[in-house]
């Protein structure tokens, strides 16, 4: 008879468990566009971007995630326009660009889009995207994010032609996933920022070093003359070219250090007794004889605890390397995630050289991250 129970209740169990339902797929999305700026580059609004999405539907709420590549055309010369002059930059030079922020419109209905936001982006893909789909390292390709949980009504919005615009209530979007969901790459699009200031930077040292560059065309039909004084479109780059500001940099420093702390709690290097507040009372009334047999009980005691204390700090200091090796393991695997969020913080005010040079001197190094452990009991 307990068999029997047994086997009900266990059918029981697995009649209650719903899977999740999911939708994903990988879709390229062509065409990509950035915010007005001072400027353009064609090889850019003609690339695409490599997208790998799944949203799913788990424990009541929605889960979505998009990673993905940006594909752009591989030539050995590239055309820029800057402040109406259009130059042919060398692919060296082009090919020193990053992606700061990659986010994908993606088209399900003709009037209701999801965003995919790709997290911190690896380097460019320069080539056809036939080329890279037949690639056998894709995976090592992919930007790195974490999937995130919006709430209903903040996933799915319609775009009306630019006429109008708005989220789907919860009820609406719940009905729609459960309806069913793709991706129509036709209609969807990317939406990206670059640091493109490798371009501008040889564009500044072509004219530093005394060999001008002519460009290849003028919207206005002149050359710009450097005696405009103000009007230089150069002179900006000589505040680019100011080391950054200090306080900024130990601020960001500051910042990712705190990040990792976060997540991987401290860094001991060393050990010690926890300080302690104890009472003291006078003992009105008391005799001699038990004065110092209490005497004799504390001495025992403190002597116990000595003794205690001094065993358990040697234990702590015999398991303090397995305790930071742990740590360096952890840090080293929040690596691609830390450097997500420092991209996506600072990558529109610093360069990204700086950057990644805190971001290698906080992941190979343990100063600043120092803490005693303290034991007490």
Not at 267 to 282: D, G, M, N
Not at 287 to 293: C, D, F, G, I, V
Request: hydrophobic content about 35%; some cysteine.
């Amino acid at each position: 008879m307990s068999k029997r129970l047994l086997v009900l209740s266990l059918l029981l169990s697995f009649s209650f468990i719903v899977p999740a339902k999911e939708y994903s797929g990988r879709d390229l999305i062509t065409g990509i566009k950035t915010p007005e700026h001072e400027m353009s580059v064609s090889a850019i609004s003609s690339g695409d971007v490599y997208l790998v999405w799944s949203l799913k539907h788990l424990l009541g709420e929605p889960l979505i995630s998009g990673r993905g590549v940006v594909i752009l055309p591989d030539r050995s010369h590239y055309s820029v326009t800057y402040h109406n002059q259009r130059y042919k930059v060398p692919a060296e030079v082009f090919k020193k660009i990053k992606p700061i922020t990659v986010k994908v419109k993606a088209n399900i209905s003709p009037t209701l889009f999801v965003d995919f936001d790709l997290g911190a982006m690896n380097d460019i893909f320069f080539g056809s995207s036939t080329l890279f789909a037949n690639q056998s390292n894709i995976e090592q390709r992919l930007s790195f994010n974490i999937p995130g949980s919006p709430a209903w009504n903040d996933l799915f919005y319609t775009n009306n032609l630019g006429l109008s615009s708005g989220y789907l209530t919860t009820d609406q979007a719940k009905v729609l996933f459960d309806k069913g969901l793709a991706i129509v790459p036709l209609s969807s699009y990317s939406e990206a920022v670059f640091d493109l200031n490798p371009i501008k930077h040889w564009i500044k040292r072509q004219s530093d070093v005394g060999n001008p560059i002519t460009p290849v065309y003028t919207s206005d039909k002149r050359v710009f003359d450097q005696s405009e004084g103000d009007a230089d479109p150069f002179k900006k780059f000589e505040q680019e070219d100011q080391p950054a500001s200090v306080a900024m940099l130990e601020e960001i420093d500051a910042d990712i250090k705190r990040f990792i702390i976060q997540r991987c709690g401290p860094f001991y290097t060393s050990v010690s007794v926890s300080r302690e507040f104890s009472l003291t009372a006078e003992y009105i009334g008391e005799s001699k004889a038990e004065m110092r047999a209490r005497e004799r009980k504390q001495a025992a005691a403190a002597k116990k605890r000595e003794q205690e204390i001094r065993s358990a700090k040697k234990e702590a200091i015999r398991e303090l390397p397995e305790m930071q090796r742990r740590w360096k393991e952890r840090r080293e695997a929040i690596r691609a995630e830390t450097r997500a969020y420092v991209i996506k913080t600072y990558g529109l005010e610093q360069s990204m050289e700086r950057l990644n040079k805190l971001l290698d001197e906080n992941f190979t190094s343990v100063e600043g991250f120092g803490r005693t452990y303290y034991i007490s009991i």
